[in-house]
């Protein structure tokens, strides 16, 4: 059963314009959630968090909400740029820490000129 | 950089082989996990390590093991290669807040 769900596997988006990736989750104990950036034949480098006593948190062009309630995260990159074009994954944990992340299956969001 | 290092990048073996994956960290983290990449599924964490002679396992340990006698290594191993873990493995070193993943293993059984 897939606890963290990413269920737009791919994101087209013209540069300069707002892309928004969605992340659902079903653990009611996930208090931590990260956003994970890859290139192809990288790991993963890590992008942004939110903990569960927040519903926002802001670094530069990223943003990530947590809707709690719905459980429910995004990420909006404002305004996209071509090396935004990535495979993002939103990941989750328990006891407000990065330890065993479980991931959703990614997104690929490609930005266009 | 995060100073981690995963050994071998690439590797082609075959069907009940015994393979060790090698990751190497110079950041003297006390956590260290070990994940594998499915296409459809993500990253799934295999192993973790929260410090030497310290481990448990993930969601997928299922034909793996680990060990860590040092803080800077994590070794992962396959007793019995199968075609199943076919597979990206990545290794990760964290902090309570974060973690870094090294650049990958891509590991084909035949």
């Known amino acids: 059963d897939q606890q963290v769900k990413q269920n737009s596997p791919s994101l087209s988006v013209q540069e300069g314009r707002i892309s928004i990736l969605n992340c659902d989750y079903t653990?009611?104990?996930?208090?931590?959630f990260l956003w994970y950036k890859k290139y192809p034949a990288e790991g993963p480098t890590f992008l942004i968090s939110?903990?569960?006593?927040?519903d926002k948190n802001e670094d530069g062009r990223f943003t990530v909400f947590l809707n709690k309630s719905a459980k429910h995260l995004s990420l909006h990159i404002v305004p996209s740029q071509p090396g935004d074009s990535a495979v993002y994954f939103c990941?989750?944990?328990?006891?407000?820490?990065?330890?065993?992340?479980?991931f959703g299956q990614g997104t690929r969001l490609t930005i266009n000129p | 950089d995060a100073g981690i290092t995963q050994s071998p990048r690439h590797k082609v073996t075959e069907t009940g082989t015994p393979v060790t994956l090698r990751c190497h960290q110079t950041?003297?983290?006390?956590?260290m996990y070990w994940y594998r990449q499915d296409p459809g599924h993500g990253l799934r964490l295999i192993h973790y390590?929260?410090?030497?002679?310290?481990?448990d396992k993930g969601e997928v340990s299922d034909g793996y093991s680990v060990s860590r006698s040092k803080t800077e290594d994590f070794l992962l191993t396959l007793e019995s290669a199968t075609s199943s873990q076919t597979s990206v493995y990545f290794c990760?070193?964290?902090?309570?807040?974060?973690?870094?993943f090294g650049p990958g293993t891509r590991l084909t059984v035949l």
């Open positions: 990941a989750a944990s328990e006891n407000q820490g990065a330890q065993k992340l479980v």
């Open positions: 653990n009611s104990m996930f208090d931590y």
């Open positions: 939110i903990s569960s006593i927040k």
């Open positions: 950041e003297n983290h006390r956590y």
């Open positions: 390590s929260y410090g030497v002679k310290d481990t």
């Open positions: 990760a070193i964290g902090t309570s807040n974060e973690q870094f």
